[in-house]
Nanobody
Framework: VQLQASGGGLVQAGGSLRLSCAAS????????MGWYRQAPGKQRELVAS???????NYADSVKGRFTISRDNAKNTVYLQMNSLKPEDTAVYYC??????????????WGQGTLVTVSS
């Protein structure tokens, strides 16, 4: 199983970006998917996670600005980021907990995509 993230880049404060992360490979199902970020000199932190459209979780710092969604048919999770701030600058990693054919759950990470917000 692989997670392929895309969509990072450079944007001015107040701007928007949309991150995507697609899971590929042999799997039975995907449980939760999410996005984490790690800024220079800081620990990796949860940004948002989703199990279903009515079961989402956001970090307080992004509530009202970021929206997480998923397309189960495409095994893809999205992160729409609006009203970006310089403090959102970080490498963003997608994460997924996947049930494989042995019925066990496995956690996977994407390769990270850099988001830079200029002031």
């Amino acid at each position: 199983v692989q997670l392929q993230a895309s969509g990072g880049g450079l944007v001015q404060a107040g701007g928007s970006l949309r991150l995507s992360c697609a899971a590929s490979g042999t799997m039975l199902s995907i449980n939760n998917m999410g996005w984490y970020r790690q800024a220079p000199g800081k620990q990796r932190e949860l940004v948002a996670s989703i199990i279903s459209s009515d079961r989402v979780n956001y970090a307080d710092s992004v509530k009202g600005r970021f929206t997480i969604s998923r397309d189960n048919a495409k095994n893809t999770v999205y992160l729409q980021m609006n009203s970006l701030k310089p403090e959102d600058t970080a490498v963003y990693y997608c994460n997924a907990v996947i049930r494989r054919w042995d019925r066990n759950l496995y956690e996977y990470w994407g390769q990270g995509t850099l988001v830079t917000v200029s002031s």
